[in-house]
């Protein structure tokens, strides 16, 4: 195993990829934060806590848990991994923000039907020791390396294709708030002036605020809950039947379905995000996750494409900073925020997240068939965009595993030879 030293240029043979030098200090984060990268983490945090805030939440009214345990389950996953976040990304100065598995908290949702909550803590444990043990075997860093780079990105799109037909549907059924977001958004990005000042994402979300005011649109339920989120601990129980059904997938979620995107974003943005050390980071913060009932963390992609979205490269690390402190701000006072959020209307969520989305889906189709792979590519975004669920595993692994094997048999000469002198970087094919 190598590293490369991004400032250096230096290559190390080490298992966990060493962070550039020099450290990042509180001199140089002055200099590179900036409106345009405070934006783009504000967006991240908005996509955060809307949408997948919701899938938790439904999530644990299949299972039946209280307010509490719900309050701690969000507490964990926007605390905990906000500075996971902040302090991966201050370290490797790459945009590294890091949340939770959304396919797996579905999967936990199932599986509460009939699992009661300490035996999914269990499994939450058990995953992150999993996770944690293959991270620091270096295992994950080789097949993330062996994937073509195509086949990946083309999973990405299937997975990011969402975002914008639900942009689509937002104009269509709800132009009031949309319309004036989708307006101001191209207004600002056509004009170099405009967009010099303002980024198009922030003016969008700006004119969203507007028009859910004027039309009276926001809506907040009576809070019951309280203002500040307090975590809840829950004794686990290992059992052979929630074992056998959790971890294994969960740990698919995280490692293929949920890092696969991150790391493949982030290496299309053009960052070499540290496979082994972030693999290892979610196995250790999955097991503190567990100890206030969160589900697995995780290298997030949607957000990571959010917090690359624009802006200098060597400057989005302070989106991701920006990212993860706001989230642990909101995780704080998750009760309060989560109350706020959910009285928007669905298309200021979907809107904002579709635009936000553009550049990303973009790149990942550039990614996906400008070059080699192509069949395989295709049936990657054809899989993943049907979105099937199979032995409880989402779409996006079997649009993966479909697209490897349709190119092992179809394209062959597509796979360029390796010589020992003549490897591929870490997370590239």
């Known amino acids: 195993m190598t590293t490369v030293d991004e400032d250096t240029g230096a290559v190390s043979p080490t298992l966990l990829e060493r962070p550039p030098h020099p450290r990042t200090g509180w ?6 934060v900036g409106v345009e990268y405070a934006a783009n983490g504000l967006i991240g945090l908005v996509f955060s ?14 299972g039946g848990l209280d307010a ?3 309050a701690s389950w969000i507490f964990g996953v926007f605390v905990l991994n906000g500075v996971l976040t902040v302090a991966m990304s201050l370290a490797y100065r790459q945009p590294l923000g890091f949340a939770w598995t959304i396919p797996g908290t579905i999967l936990v949702g199932n599986s509460l039907t009939h699992l009661s909550w300490p035996e999914v803590i269990g499994a939450f444990l058990a995953t992150g020791g999993l996770i944690t043990a293959l991270g620091a075997s270096g295992l994950v860093r080789r097949a993330m390396s062996a994937v073509p780079m195509p086949i990946v990105m083309a999973m990405v799109a299937g997975v990011f294709l969402t975002f914008g037909i639900d942009l689509v549907r937002a104009v269509a059924s709800d132009p009031a708030i949309a319309a004036p977001m989708v307006i101001v958004f191209l207004l600002f990005g056509a004009s170099n002036r405009l967009g010099r000042y303002v980024p198009p994402i922030l003016g969008a979300l700006v004119a969203g605020a507007i028009a859910v005011a004027v039309t009276g649109r926001f809506a907040p339920t009576a809070d019951t809950a309280g203002v500040f989120a307090s975590p809840v601990f829950t004794a686990p129980v290992f059992t052979p039947a929630a074992l056998l059904e959790l971890v294994i997938p969960l740990a698919i979620t995280v490692l293929v379905v949920q890092n696969g995107q991150g790391v493949a974003v982030l290496t299309a943005a053009g960052h070499r995000p ?9 196995g250790l913060w999955s097991l503190g996750a567990a100890c206030v009932g969160a589900v697995s963390t995780c290298l997030t992609g949607p957000t990571n494409a959010l917090l ?7 400057r989005q690390y302070t989106a991701a900073v920006c990212f993860g402190l706001c989230a642990i701000v909101f995780g704080l006072f998750a009760p309060l925020f989560v109350n706020a959020m959910t009285a928007a209307p669905a298309a200021f969520v979907a809107t904002l997240g579709g635009l936000a989305m553009l550049r990303a889906l973009q790149a990942a189709f550039t990614t996906a068939f400008g070059s080699s792979h192509t069949m395989g590519a295709l049936v990657a975004f054809v899989v993943t965009a049907a979105n099937p669920m199979f032995l409880n595993i989402g779409a996006a692994f079997w649009g993966l595993a479909s697209g490897i094997v349709v190119s092992l048999l179809l394209e062959r000469a597509d796979r360029p030879a390796r010589t ?6 870490a997370g590239r094919p």
């Open 420 to 425: 020992p002198g003549n490897r591929a970087p």
């Open 274 to 282: 540290p496979v082994n050390v972030t693999t290892i980071a979610c």
């Open 27 to 32: 001199r140089r984060l002055r200099r590179d």
């Open 68 to 70: 509490a345990e719900l």
């Open 308 to 314: 690359t979205a624009s802006g200098r490269r060597e």
């Open 49 to 62: 806590s809307t949408g997948p805030v919701a899938v938790i939440l439904a999530a644990g009214a299949a």
